[in-house]
């Protein structure tokens, strides 16, 4: 049974309860289930459900026993990864079994690599020796410094029934309420993610924007995440416990960011945190602290050969975030101003691969407009969920299925000898040392270094190219390493997002050249078994070496012979990288032309022509065989009326 709705909710929470044997795991559980001290309890229960009524969140518990035996060990080990909680017993009454948990349980759960929160047990407290008090906070807080997955530690009784019912309710409580997300234990803070989400949720919230929440505002608050207005002296018994405990917690406007996050980090150092969970999940927040994937209306793509684009909508949206945050009016967004942007997103989407090198930035380190929107164009284009999420996370707010939409099919651009595209994506092939990183890093407005670095993985840049007339699109370059060509081949559907692609060459070695044409072949005939043929450039880099005598010759041959474009001169440093990139830019817009042909593919083009001309001579026979019998009918039908 799934363990989640499709809106992401929890519709059932596995426990796993574990411990050494004779700690009372498994009276623990039939106590828990019954209510009553068993007389008799087997060795390992059966799964045992306690129903969604038994707790006040509604949520149905499996409790699995376990065995601590050697020949059950793979049993356990499985059941302890399919957890959503852990509950380790020791014996009240039985020391060791409590040392064992910092010297072999825990560790243990480490080594198996279990995320799942732990709850530490003490069974059989009536069998405690009175003369031998423990403090079991002095104990345990050692302990739980060490392991922090420990979530809460208590001690029942399952003879007595004293705290049996707490154990899995505090189970059940850290798998639905966890504090992992939203608190560090060891710096008693709210964690940074945990305050963006907030800060998002409070500034939607002060509507009218004045950096504090009203009455009024902090009653409808209250209305939408729990159902019931706060009363106006509840409202004053609030602030007066911020104003108490946190300065600049409350303005004469009303309750401040500050007093705000300090309210829900006092709720979760109480243990309430079912309060700050109520609210995040509210303005749509999963347990990882993103947006939830049901309230992300991502468009779907019906073929591979459609891509996900920002509509113009959207675009003027972060045209205006951009103006916005651009405080100086220097065209430009410094890194703080930038950081700005995204405090309210779950942290900064372009500080990793494959975004933190895909533009370059001013010599002081500064974004301008045209590489943010590449940017944003880039992550819409590879992730458009991810996009979508930020850009409700900014402050975008449109009707969601506005934002983003889905390309016709290449395969009708073909046809139609036209596309309606704004943002092209160009694979870049070549074998190592051809120019292809100081292609990318041309287009970017990246200096050329002559240390040659070889690109292991693979790696996008883009940018705005400006067209005659005034227009813009956004060209994604996507390098492809030589030594991934044969994986990324293997994928029949590998070329149905490429719009135009690039192969280049060292015009001063053989051997480069020979590779070159290998890719080329290898690619168009891909493009020809799979249906996504692209059009294909030849670049003919470092022509301003000595040439491979042949290189020039053979490549234009190679071009007429596959119906493509004559090779592209450039030179060692790129300087005129503009002129190929235009002509990268004038094929991706032009998906009808300059797609390479192979003598295979001719050969079944003629095939398929002669086979469309039969089936067209066939059925033009037949019809004028029909029309024939039809009028010899006719006439008979007509002299028989007569006679």
Not at 180 to 185: N, R, T
Not at 292 to 297: A, E, G, K
Not at 325 to 334: A, I, K, R, V
């Amino acid at each position: 049974m799934p363990s989640r709705s499709a809106h992401g909710a929890r519709t059932g929470v596995r426990v796993v309860v574990a411990g050494d044997r004779g700690t009372g795991k498994s009276s623990l559980i039939s106590a828990a289930a019954s209510d009553s001290f068993p007389d008799y309890v087997q060795a390992v229960l059966p799964p045992t459900r306690l129903p969604s009524d038994f707790y006040p969140d509604g949520v149905p518990v499996t409790i699995v026993d376990t065995s601590s035996s050697m020949e059950s060990r793979v049993k356990l080990i499985d059941e302890l990864k399919r957890a959503d909680a852990v509950v380790l017993t020791y014996a009240c009454d039985q020391p060791m079994t409590l040392s064992r948990l910092s010297t072999f349980w825990l560790p243990e759960l480490r080594k198996l690599e279990i995320k799942a929160p732990v709850i530490v047990v003490g069974c059989k407290l009536d069998l405690r020796d009175e003369r031998q008090p423990m403090n079991l906070e002095q104990v345990m807080a050692p302990i739980m410094q060490q392991f922090r997955e420990i979530e809460t530690c208590i001690e029942c009784s399952s003879a007595t029934l004293i705290q049996v019912p707490d154990v899995f309710y505090y189970a059940q409580k850290a798998v639905l309420h966890p504090t992992a997300p939203l608190f560090d234990q060891e710096k008693q803070t709210l964690k940074p993610r945990c305050i963006r989400a907030l800060k998002r949720i409070f500034m939607l919230c002060d509507h009218d924007m004045d950096g504090a929440l009203s009455d009024a505002e902090l009653n409808e608050f209250q209305v939408k995440c729990f159902n019931a207005p706060l009363q106006p002296a509840e409202i004053v018994g609030v602030k007066r416990v911020v104003q108490e405990r946190i300065r600049g917690g409350v303005s004469d406007l009303g309750l401040t960011l500050e007093g705000f996050l300090f309210l829900h980090a006092l709720f979760i150092e109480k243990g309430r945190l079912e309060t700050t969970w109520a609210v995040l999940r509210k303005f749509g927040y999963n347990d990882e602290l993103k947006l939830r994937d049901d309230i992300l209306p991502v468009p779907t793509k019906h073929a591979p050969d459609q891509n996900v684009e920002l509509t113009n909508e959207a675009i003027d949206f972060l045209r205006g975030i951009f103006r916005l945050y651009d405080s100086d009016n220097d065209g430009s967004l410094q890194p703080s101003e930038f950081d700005d942007i995204f405090v309210t997103a779950p942290e900064s989407p372009w500080t990793a691969e494959p975004y933190v090198d895909a533009a370059e930035r001013t010599p002081q380190g500064n974004l301008t407009l045209n590489v943010f929107l590449s940017e944003w164009a880039l992550m819409t284009s590879l992730e458009p969920a991810l996009s979508l999420a930020n850009l409700i996370c900014i402050g975008y707010g449109g009707d969601p299925t506005s934002a983003l939409r889905v390309t016709r099919r290449r395969s009708v651009d073909r046809k139609k000898k036209q596309t309606e595209k704004n943002v092209f994506h160009c694979f870049v092939f070549g074998p190592k040392k051809s120019g292809k990183s100081a292609l990318l890093n041309s287009f970017i407005g990246r200096s050329f270094s002559s240390n040659y670095t070889p690109t292991n993985d693979v790696r996008y840049v883009a940018n705005v190219v400006d067209q005659i007339g005034g227009s813009q699109k956004t060209l994604i370059l996507q390098e492809i390493p030589e030594d991934g060509v044969k994986q990324l081949l293997s994928n029949k559907e590998c070329l149905a997002a490429c719009d135009v692609a690039v192969f280049l060459f060292d015009s001063s070695d053989e051997y480069s050249w020979k590779r070159s044409r290998e890719l080329l072949l290898d690619v168009a005939r891909r493009g020809e078994d799979s249906g996504y043929g692209v059009p294909c450039l030849l670049v003919a880099a470092k022509d301003d070496l000595d040439p491979f005598p042949m290189s020039l010759q053979n490549s234009t041959r190679v071009t007429q012979q596959l119906g493509m474009e004559a090779p592209i001169p450039v030179g060692v440093k790129l300087r005129d990288s503009k002129s190929v990139l235009s002509r990268i830019l004038c094929a991706a817009e032009h998906p009808h032309l300059s797609i390479p042909e192979t003598e295979k593919g001719k050969k079944r083009k003629r095939y398929r022509r002669l086979v469309n001309s039969s089936l067209m001579f066939v059925s033009a026979t037949v019809g004028a065989a029909v029309a024939v019998v039809g009028l010899a009918a006719y006439r008979a039908y007509a002299a028989r009326k007569n006679t």
